[in-house]
């Protein structure tokens, strides 16, 4: 990944979530770590000169721990921190972020059925989780995890944005 994305990627985050120790931060020891999980856990899209327009990050983790990230029992840096490379069976859905300029234009929809289908190997019926802020992102997940053959799993946290 060109290092200028990244760090586009890692201010966004950082606007966003403000260091909430709670969350996955956005560290070349994170993105190390996302590859050793699954090679394309990562993905992103841009203009055709190299303007950012949006990213997905996802990867492989067990269905135990994915009950214990929906209970509440774990947060979702503590499933990070317990996933390991090898580990299969369901698929965190870590991010999906496309800049305000590019909503609306279907790119969300492409970079999230994107990343599933890499991290799973286009495998059916693996259980998708994940976090969301929005109602509209709730309905793009169930809509992607069902023609993708897969059952999502929401976390929906109780934020206004």
């Known amino acids: ?9 890692k201010k966004c985050d950082e606007l966003f979530f403000g260091g909430d120790p709670t969350q996955v931060p956005t560290t070349l020891a994170v993105h190390k770590k996302l590859k050793a999980l699954h090679p394309k856990s990562f993905h992103y899209k841009t203009e055709k000169d190299g303007r950012l327009i949006g990213w997905s990050i996802a990867y492989p983790t067990t269905v135990q721990l994915m009950n214990r990230f929906l209970k509440g029992e774990i947060n979702e840096r503590q499933l990070f921190q317990l996933t390991k490379p090898g580990d299969a069976g369901a698929v965190h859905v870590l991010s999906v972020t496309v800049l305000p300029k590019y909503r609306g234009q279907g790119h969300a929809k492409s970079l999230l059925r994107e990343i599933v289908q890499a ?6 019926e693996i259980p998708l989780f994940y976090w969301t802020l929005r109602e509209k992102g709730e309905r793009l997940a169930q809509r992607v995890a069902k023609s993708l053959g897969a059952k999502a799993y929401p976390f929906i946290l109780p934020l206004l944005c």
């Open 1 to 9: 990944m060109k290092p200028d994305i990244w760090q586009e990627i």
């Open 119 to 124: 991290v799973t190997n286009n495998k059916k």
